[in-house]
């Protein structure tokens, strides 16, 4: 089956402008949850979505937002942008609420300039 | 605040030897925890985990040890392969369900 896809891979953006990324969950899969990977920082955890509604926030600005579609579809929204954003942004999704059986995308690299 | 810490960034090891990675955590609320593995250009992979009733689970190549005390786990790599030279995070999660992760660190298998 299908796995995790995000859309673009890459991306580059300038100082100030807004982006949106999405991601398309294995099938079946409700859940939603978006993590930003910079170098020495890990995995920081963003937002979770499960049917359509935001079940858990990390500890970002309100620049970053989310939604997730009736179809289980996501999409992340970044306004605003600050070179500190550049990052590679993954998604994963799951079956269930919470960090179990997560299967990850390949990521959107994204670039501010 | 980093609540998951891997104070390793890097690891080499030869081929057919051990590999064993650290992780810390000061959280004493996490009750899950999770290794994931990542190669470049690609998304992390999960390959193993352990409830903190557990004090170890093994599969295969690959065992985690946790020592709740110490608020301390550890995966080790018997025998190494090249194929495991990759990214490894260390992840938890407790009733928030939303998962920490640590840094990582870099495995370097040599031949």
């Known amino acids: 089956k299908a796995g995790v896809t995000q859309t673009p891979r890459y991306l580059i953006k300038t100082r100030g402008q807004q982006v949106t990324l999405s991601c398309s969950p294995i099938s079946g899969h409700r859940s939603v949850s978006w993590y930003q990977q910079t170098p020495g920082q890990g995995l920081q955890f963003l937002f979770e979505?499960?049917?359509?509604?935001?079940?858990n926030k990390g500890n970002f600005p309100g620049r970053f937002s989310g939604r997730q579609f009736s179809n289980s579809r996501s999409e992340m929204n970044v306004s605003t942008l600050e070179l500190g954003d550049s990052a590679l942004y993954l998604c994963?999704?799951?079956?269930?609420?919470?960090?179990?059986?997560?299967?990850f995308g390949s990521g959107t690299r994204l670039t501010v300039v | 605040d980093q609540q998951v810490k891997q104070n390793s960034p890097s690891l080499s090891v030869q081929e057919g030897r051990i590999s064993i990675l650290n992780c810390d955590y000061t959280?004493?609320?996490?009750?899950?925890f999770l290794w994931y593995k990542k190669y470049p250009a690609e998304g992390p992979t999960f390959l193993i985990s352990?409830?903190?009733?557990?004090d170890k689970n093994e599969d295969g190549r690959f065992t985690v040890f946790l020592n709740k005390s110490a608020k301390h786990l550890s995966l080790h790599i018997v025998p190494s392969q090249p194929g495991d030279s990759a990214v490894y995070f260390c992840?938890?999660?407790?009733?928030?369900?939303?998962?920490?992760f640590g840094a990582g660190t870099t495995v370097t298998v040599r031949a």
């Open positions: 959280n004493s609320m996490f009750d899950y």
């Open positions: 352990i409830s903190s009733i557990k």
């Open positions: 992840a938890a999660s407790a009733s928030d369900y939303k998962l920490s």
């Open positions: 994963a999704s799951s079956s269930q609420t919470g960090g179990y059986g997560y299967t």
């Open positions: 979505y499960f049917s359509e509604t935001q079940r």
